[in-house]
């Protein structure tokens, strides 16, 4: 499985983004796709899932409301589109496949994209 993120760039405090990953490799319908971040410092930590058939997503409380995940099958792409967004966002974002375990933990994904730079200027 091959993933490549794409997306990421410069914002003000309040803005928008939208994050994309593309997915290869294997019938993307069968792929959990999650999102992380990184910030400097700081371990990588779970942002939001969409599960493998799309009817399921979670999200970590400090995004809720604020982040939607989506997936385009015909496309094999997971968005995550990253509204009101504030400094503490600021991180390299990741998107990876899940394997086994908790969707929640970095250590249950198996491949992993390249990540892409997200900052939040105040």
């Known amino acids: 499985v091959q993933l490549q993120a794409s997306g990421g760039g410069l914002v003000q405090a309040g803005g928008s983004l939208r994050l994309s990953c593309t997915v290869s490799g294997r019938t993307f319908s069968y792929n959990t796709i999650g999102w992380f971040r990184q910030a400097p410092g700081k371990e990588r930590e779970f942002v939001a899932v969409?599960?493998?058939?799309?009817?399921?997503?979670y999200y970590a409380d400090s995004v809720k409301g604020r982040f939607t995940i989506s997936r385009d099958n015909a496309k094999n792409t997971v968005n995550l589109q990253m509204d009101s967004l504030n400094p503490e966002d600021t991180a390299v974002y990741y998107c990876?496949?899940?394997?086994?375990?908790?969707?929640?933990?970095?250590?249950?994904?198996?491949?992993w994209g390249q990540g892409t730079q997200v900052t939040v200027s105040s």
């Open positions: 990876a496949a899940h394997g086994v375990g908790s969707y929640y933990t970095y250590r249950s994904y198996n491949y």
């Open positions: 969409s599960t493998r058939t799309g009817g399921a997503t």
